[in-house]
C-alpha cells in the first residue's frame, strides 16, 4: 500500500476513534491523532468516514459543497 494509502487507513480509523470518543473528528483533530500526515490523504480518510456514516445511517451522500463546510 502507498504512503497515501497508509495515512488515508490512518485517518479513517482515527477518525473513528475520535467519533467514539465523542470528539469531532475534523482534519486539524486527526492530524494532532496521527502526529502528521498529507492533507490530501488526511482530507481522504475523513471524507471516507463522513461517507461510511451517511450510508450507516442512510443519509443521501453528501454533497461536496457541505462535506468541505464539514471538514473546515
Do not use: K
Not at 39 to 55: H, K, M, P, Y
Amino acid at each position: 500500500m502507498s504512503s497515501h494509502g497508509q495515512t488515508r487507513r490512518a485517518a479513517y480509523e482515527a477518525a473513528c476513534d475520535l467519533a467514539a470518543q465523542g470528539r469531532r473528528p475534523s482534519a486539524s483533530a486527526i492530524r494532532e491523532r496521527l502526529g502528521g500526515g498529507g492533507q490530501q490523504a488526511l482530507l481522504a480518510g475523513l471524507n471516507d468516514w463522513v461517507d461510511e456514516a451517511a450510508r450507516r445511517f442512510q443519509i443521501p451522500a453528501i454533497p461536496e459543497e457541505l462535506r468541505g463546510a464539514l471538514v473546515r
